[in-house]
Structure formats: C-alpha cells, structure tokens
C-alpha cells in the first residue's frame, strides 16, 4: 500500500560484494549476501539494484540447479565462443575475453529486487547469481539500495 | 524538476498480476494492468518495476504487433531450441523446459519504467510484454513502485 | 549507509537526451550526459534510470573500445541478421527493421545506476552506452533520477 503524505522518509544503502572465482567461467548463488544487505540497510519497502561492476560478469536471477549451470555455460559458448580468440577485434588489444563481453550482455548486467516488509520479494525458485566470465581475479558487484 | 528539501516524502506500493497462457509460449501486453498499478498507488514521480517471479517467463519492452511476435517466437526457436528435450542436462531432473530458462535470459527478467506526472513515462511505441516460455499454469508478475 | 527516520526527503530529476546517428547502426558513450543530468538532479544517492525511448534501440554498459564496438556489431549481425528482409513478418507491414527489433533485446533496453556522494556509482570500465540499430533519424533516451 502507498503510505500517506506524512509517512517515512527516503533511506540508502550501498554495499560492494567481493569475489574470485577459480575458473574462468563460474556461477555463484550470491542470494544471501544481498538478502544480508538489505537487512543491514534497515529498508522496509524499496528497490535494492545489484549489478556486476565488471564488464565481463553479469548479475541475473534464475534457478539454483547444477544441470541448467551446466546447461548456460553451454549454451553461452555456443552463441558466443571463447575461441577462436583472434576472431575478435577486440583481443588484438592484447586481450582474450572479448567473448566474455557478449556472455555478460546475453545474460545481463544488473537486476533490480523489490523489497517488501524488509525481505527480498523473489517469486519461488528465483535467485541471484552472479555469473563470470573472465574469472581467475577479484571482482566486485554493488548493491544499493533505496526506499523507507 | 528535483524537489525542495521540504518536499513530499517516499511511498511505496506493491501489487501481483495473475496470468494463466494457453500455449507453453506466449506473448501478453500487460500495459493496462500496469498502468493501474500506477494510477492506484498514487505516485506521482517515481519508478516501476515489472518482474517475473517465474524463471521460464519474461517481463520486456517492445512492439504489439503480431508479426514481431511470430518473428519473436522464431527467433527465441532458433537460439534456444526446445527440441530435442535430451540435449538440456536441467531436463534430466524431470523437466522438459530448460530452452525456457535460456529463452527468458534473452528476453530478460524484468523491465524498470519510469513514472512522471502519475503515468508510466513510455516512448511512443514501448509497449510493456509478459512473455510466457512454459505457460499452461497460472504464474505471477510483480509490480513495485516507489516515489512521491 | 541508511539514513535515520528523520532524514532526507525524497527528490525525483528527469531530462531526455536527443540523438541523431549517421548510420543504421551506432553506438554511442552518453556516459558525459548522464553525469550530466545526476548533477542537474541535486541528488546525492539514489537511482538512475536510462532507457531507450524507442524499440530498436539499446542503452547497455560496457567498455568504449573500438575493436569491442565493432565486434559486438558483427555478432549482432549474426545473431540476428539485417538480410533478408523478407526473412521477418513485421517486415511484410512495410517496415525493414524486424532485426533491430531483436538486436535491442541482446543489448537491453535500460540500465539502472546506483548514485553514490552526487556522482554515477559505475565500476573501473563501466561506460553507458546507446546501441542504435535502426538510425539515422533523431530519437531519444530518458533519464529518470529518484533518491536524496
């Protein structure tokens, strides 16, 4: 429900989540670390944003379910290959991951989270997942978060 | 224009849409219903987000014209087939709808609208979807809104 | 961190940014312009939202590389091909930008960035970017700003 004119004023919160993968594709389940943020924050209603800081790593929701990790890894590959590395322009720059740049569009960068009565309002199955593709280093996703 | 620091202060409202597809695939304009989410909550100024809460189906912006849809459905086909089922590990746990869970990264999980003067801030042919990729059974859309 | 009760009120921002590209397909950094605009808003933290105004545009981040922009072009291009046109039922309604159609979904409508200390919130490489795929006539994208 809307609150009324004399209700609750804004709040913010921001958090950076730190992580290394030991491949250079992974998926991590980062669900409780955000749902830890949004308690520390004290927000009741709002949005909490999450997105990768990194340009060759998505943030995304979707099942927890090792088949379908398996099945993603696959699939991203097949759309967009890591080899061979000289077919992108990209990688003449001294780089291989220009592959990682099309993985992380295709499974996005960002997701924004309704939070209601203090706790994430995630349908059944949802979860989120912070997805590498150019791991083997540390990297950070944010977490902000604003509402009342 | 930004508001004064004596301005009006945060709500918040939230609301689910029910929604119950025909086909394991389909595509709904749910701008109406939105848009009513928005009137009743009262805000003014703010933002809407439309999620998902199913991991098989997508809330995104695009065209209602019913040759891009077919051209949609073809497309998400040739990407993310659902045949042959055997080809997904996920559907080895008794599934059959791991092309779904693909299908919904490329269409995407969720859209964020702005909201200006009380009404959804669209372009002149934005136009908000719930694409359904194993439909059949009834499903929820989450509608949160924050703003003054 | 959050804010106490007695805190700041809420403060919302918007302004369009008007682009005009020379070819079918551009991508262009308003990074500069959003910046811009969260200045202009006043507010010191909260959320920005950008999102293309029209269907067969993006606004995504990544990095402003130019062997990078023209690799994503190509697989755009493969993904979802231009030719033939009469590949695509939306094309038969006189239209021939059925692929720009699909071109916006990889690339994404909207990005939503967090604002921190009246500054874009954005990772070492992380640049804003308008993906424009069926150019050449001028065309918009809104930048919707809430927070404190």
């Not at 491949?23 to 991590?28: A, K, L, M, Q, T």
């Not at 759309?79 to 996005?108: C, F, I, W």
């Amino acid at each position: 429900m809307a609150t009324a004119k004399g209700g609750p004023r804004v709040k913010h919160y921001r958090r950076e989540l730190w992580l290394q993968t030991p491949h250079r594709r992974d998926y991590v389940n980062i669900t409780p670390q955000v749902q830890e943020a949004v308690r520390e924050s004290g927000v009741r209603d709002g949005l909490a944003l999450v997105n990768a800081m990194h340009i060759t790593a998505s943030v995304y929701i979707n099942d927890d379910e090792s088949g379908l990790l398996a099945d993603y890894d696959d699939w991203l590959e097949k759309l967009a290959p890591h080899e061979p590395v000289s077919a992108y322009r990209h990688n003449r720059t001294g780089e291989d991951n220009a592959d990682a740049h099309m993985k992380r569009q295709l499974m996005g960068r960002e997701v924004v989270v309704a939070i209601t009565d203090g706790r994430l309002d995630l349908g059944p199955w949802e979860q989120i997942f912070y997805g590498e593709f150019d791991g083997r280093r540390r990297k950070r996703v944010l977490v902000k978060i604003i509402g009342e």
